[in-house]
């Protein structure tokens, strides 16, 4: 194909002035139909239309009129919008054969022609082809640019180039030559930047380009940075109705959905859709990148269900747009098994990834879909008895990742204990993938302590589940613990660190202590990665190794040192410890722990007794344990509990073996991950009962206590301080706090963290929502009544502020009462944490939410912490639930245990079983068993209407 741009064009025949000017006229149709920019498909064929009727004037006055190859590019590009890619390719090449040698008119389209072929190509799967096409054409066309006069660069030509600049960036990308594209987007946007200006639409478009491949690359600060970018001055300066304004939307959206703020992504991305459905309409390829990018951040949040549908409707739109061969529409398939996998969907999820895994077989493969949907695969081939064939992808798919340039060490490390677990099965030698399993806990423990990523990422999470599954089958209890750790950790560390970064733009040397830790994260990373490549390739490893070591140390001295500049930052970066020895310790000789993690597509339970291990893997898959557990929480919010549910579902996670274990123990220890910490475990029903009697609850069965984290299984009895102070009826914040508060008047509050933080800090708007507590203050004075005159300190109303929990009265109490909204519900991210809602500020008091962190910076000697309240009513939604960081920050302070309730509940029956806990409390001791009592007297004693209604008694949960 002759690209040389050295010769002028040959005159055209004397033509017809009437057929001029019927050219120039459907010319400047064509063109104003092409610069509104309509997406969809009816627009598509108009253009094509328009131009074809150009192409056939132009005919009528010369054969080889330049009009003619010029509107074949244009109509090749809509044929490509429509996805009929073969008939695009065969008009862009004719066009680009047919334009006249050195015409300075067709540089800009040529330039378009070019960077259409090589999309085509890359589609087609022939990517070298791709790369050669428009690695000479961009060197053609830069030439001839910095040839032109400086009065004749226009918009039309700088685009031009700007677009050969992206598509050779998306070729490169899609070869995972990461490095090139990287370098071929920043051109684009330089182009765009340079001649276009910094808030002209299409460089907003090239920003957050630029921030996508960032993401690809791993650089993800830089990479929001970018995005954010894009966002504001799309914000600031573009149409909403303009594409870039949404897809800058979109693009911070998946950014912030890797980086483990998904509930902020949902946000974004859903506007996004609204203006794609309004502006674009629904049938046209960007609407399809967007249902797959919500799907994509619905995967994150484990709501497979909801991600599932979308990936099946954008998986279409992308065959009918980009052809069978389309990288997205692939992901979409890829993505669309990864949801049914997760289900507990077997058959289905390996019929899904097996055609997945063909698809790249036939063509170029793309490690981004690869590294995401291979282990599904082994897993899925191992448990279909395919064990061969299962050792045989995961050799071949660790293989590729070490080929890549840019693996990250996540991607090689699990690509490594998937292949030694298949090896290992096929060995029949299970116990010998133990190991490669503990490497990945250290991996995940260092990542986990980072703080940044904050819920656990899909692929962490399915790593998780098979670390769990090799401690089964190794029979591994620390390998277990370990994992569960991991698994169920609080968040509150990701929090700590983010604002140990706001802190750190105020104190130097904390920022460079900050500094040091990301940098050591970093060596450890490369460290990590360098000896996973050794071992692959048979060479020695000891240095390799001792690199690691020395990493890792490094490491911990730049931890400790942070430490040394705010201990609580420093403490909550840290890695949890856990193993059977420790939790054993903690318990005394008639208690247990039963542990409960949800993971990936299974879930695991650990018990703990003073002579009795058991580990297993659950009989139902994640999503129908957390389907039952949910049908038992929502029927007793509702008001019509589900005695059944709470039956079968006591039957899962205690089977008889448990059961049997747990037979001389009296106080039962929880560990609840993910969205089971918001089940009512009490509720449980082990004995239905014979006619006329009622059931055996667990709570009957059992003294109950939640614990944030294995390493805070043992009890933790034992008076300090004295007296009681409360806060209780905070002033709400004011309605006129914020403009969004009259425009979301009327939405039910939900108190979620997520819900009430903005990246800057709170967001009172929303905080002005939250419901008056008529009756909070006379819970106060009720609870206090049991500690006589002396011994009570009450901050009411206005009183109830952050600049009270400075009064030394704070620090000495027993027990600390907030009848306050506390935000300990539903998923954490970002800068959100679990907080404690108290009476909006006067100028320099604080904000008015009590964060976790700051929680954690008091000095407490209380045994308790009662949130008479707050509640956890976002329920399943996934994530973390924010309970677990709320406790995990009282301890620090110093404080004891926490009563709260899994919903709201009347003033009188919070205030009667506060009450009589601390009253059996304070004469026998033993927390767990004061709240059994507690909740015993309620139902059989007090004469409170409803008392004996599980609605009524089952929320309680004490927390330790």
């Not at 050969?164 to 090139?180: A, G, N, P």
């Not at 895994?357 to 448990?383: H, Y």
């Amino acid at each position: 194909m002759a690209l040389a741009l050295a010769t002028s064009p040959a005159p055209l025949l004397a033509a017809d002035p009437a057929d001029v000017a019927e050219l120039e006229r459907l010319l400047e149709e064509a063109s104003a139909l092409f610069a509104q920019q309509e997406t969809d498909a009816k627009g598509a064929e108009r253009m094509m239309a328009a131009w074809e009727a150009v192409a056939a004037a132009a005919r009528r006055i010369a054969p080889d009129h330049p009009e003619i190859a010029r509107s074949d590019i244009r109509v090749a590009s809509q044929l490509f919008v429509l996805g009929r890619n073969a008939e695009a390719r065969a008009r862009v090449v004719r066009g680009l054969d047919m334009l006249p040698a050195g015409d300075p008119d067709s540089l800009a389209v040529r330039a378009e022609g070019v960077a259409l072929l090589g999309t085509l190509l890359a589609f087609a799967g022939e990517a070298d082809a791709a790369v050669a096409a428009l690695e000479q054409g961009y060197a053609d066309y830069v030439a001839a640019f910095a040839a032109l006069p400086a009065e004749e660069i226009d918009h039309d030509v700088v685009m031009a180039r700007s677009n050969l600049e992206f598509s050779l960036s998306q070729v490169f990308q899609q070869l995972s030559r990461i490095d090139e594209a990287l370098r071929f987007q920043k051109a684009s946007l330089d182009t765009r930047e340079g001649f276009l200006g910094p808030n002209d639409p299409d460089t907003i478009a090239s920003y957050y380009g630029y921030a996508g491949i960032l993401r690809r690359a791993g650089q993800m600060d830089e990479a929001e940075r970018y995005a954010r970018i894009a966002v504001e001055r799309a914000v600031a300066h573009v149409d909403p109705s303009h594409t870039s304004y949404a897809r800058a939307l979109e693009m911070l959206a998946i950014i912030l959905s890797r980086t483990g703020r998904p509930v902020e992504a949902t946000g974004y991305m859903a506007r996004s859709l609204e203006l794609k459905r309004e502006h674009e309409g629904p049938d046209n390829l960007f609407f399809g990148y967007g249902l797959h990018l919500l799907g994509t951040i619905y995967l994150q949040r484990e709501r497979y269900a909801d991600a599932l549908p979308l990936f099946a409707e954008a998986a279409p739109i992308f065959a009918k747009y980009q052809g069978e061969g389309s990288p997205f529409g692939l992901g979409a398939q890829g993505y669309a098994a990864q949801a049914t996998f997760a289900l507990g969907q077997m058959p289905e999820a390996l019929a899904r990834l097996r055609a997945v895994d063909a698809r790249m077989e036939a063509n170029t493969v793309d490690v981004e879909i690869a590294k995401r949907i291979g282990p599904d695969l082994v897993r899925a081939l191992i448990r279909a008895g395919e064990t061969a064939e299962a050792a045989r992808i995961a050799a071949r798919d660790y293989a590729r990742l070490l080929e890549t340039e840019n693996s990250q060490a996540f991607a090689l490390r699990h690509a490594r204990l998937v292949d030694v677990w298949a090896q290992s099965i096929v060995a029949g030698q299970p116990q010998s993938a133990l190991a490669e399993a503990r490497a990945m806990i250290a991996f995940l423990g260092r990542d986990r302590a980072r703080g940044r990523t904050g819920m656990i990422m899909s692929e962490h999470r399915a790593a998780l589940d098979l670390v769990m599954e090799i401690a089964v089958a190794a029979g591994s209890p620390d390998a277990m613990a370990q994992a569960i750790a991991l698994a169920t950790g609080s968040g509150l560390a990701q929090a700590s660190a983010f604002r140990a970064e706001r802190l750190a733009t105020g104190d130097p040397e904390l920022a460079s202590a900050l500094r040091a830790l990301q940098q050591a994260d970093a060596e450890l990373d490369a460290a990590d990665r360098a000896l996973l490549r050794a071992l692959a390739a048979g060479t020695p490893v000891e240095a390799a190794r001792a690199r690691l070591a020395a990493a890792d140390a490094a490491r911990t001295a730049a931890l400790a040192d942070l430490s040394a500049r705010d201990a609580a930052t420093g403490k909550l970066l840290g890695p949890d410890v856990a193993d059977v020895a420790s939790i054993r310790a903690g318990l005394a000789e008639d208690e247990a722990l039963l542990a409960i993690a949800p993971a990936y597509d299974g879930a695991y339970s650990l018990v703990v007794t003073a002579d009795q291990v058991l580990l297993r893997r659950l009989e139902l898959p994640r999503a129908d344990l957390l389907a039952l557990a949910a049908r038992v929480r929502d029927g007793a919010v509702g008001l019509d509990f589900d005695r059944y549910a709470a039956a079968r579902l006591a039957a899962v996670l205690l089977p008889p073996e448990t059961r049997s274990a747990l037979g001389r123990v009296k106080t039962l220890r929880v560990l609840a991950g993910g969205p089971l910490a918001s089940l009512p475990f009490g509720l449980l029903v082990l004995d239905e009962g014979a006619r006329g009697q009622g059931p055996t609850w667990l709570a009957d069965r059992f003294a109950l206590a939640n614990v944030a984290a294995l390493g805070d299984a043992g009890h933790a009895d034992g008076q300090r301080g004295g007296g009681l102070v409360a806060f209780a009826a905070p002033v709400p914040f004011a309605a006129e706090a914020g403009a969004q508060a009259g425009a979301e008047a009327g939405r039910p509050a939900v108190l979620s963290p997520a819900a009430y933080f903005e990246r800057g800090g709170v967001n009172a708007a929303r905080l002005a929502q939250l419901p008056v507590l008529p009756g909070s203050e006379r819970e106060a004075r009720a609870i206090a009544r049991e500690f006589g005159n002396g011994k009570v300190r009450l901050f009411l109303g206005g009183q109830a502020n952050e600049a009270n929990l400075a009064d030394p009265s704070v620090r000495e109490a027993e027990v600390l009462l907030f009848a306050t909204h506390g935000l300990v519900a539903g998923e954490l991210e970002g800068i959100a944490e679990p907080a404690l809602i108290l009476s909006q500020p006067g100028t320099g008091q604080g904000d008015g939410v009590l964060t976790a962190s700051e929680i954690a910076r008091l000095d407490l000697s209380a045994d308790w912490v009662i949130l008479t309240a707050c509640d956890s009513a976002a329920g399943f939604e996934g994530g973390v639930p924010a309970f677990s960081g709320l406790v995990s920050a009282f301890r620090f302070a110093g404080g004891g245990s926490v009563l709260a309730t899994h919903w709201q509940v009347r003033d009188d029956v919070a205030a009667y079983v506060a009450t009589e806990m601390l009253r059996y409390y304070r004469a026998h001791g033993n927390k767990a068993r004061a709240l059994q009592h507690a909740i015993r007297s309620l139902r059989r004693e007090s004469g409170l209407p409803g008392a004996d209604n599980p609605e009524i008694w089952g929320p309680f949960v004490l927390i330790e």
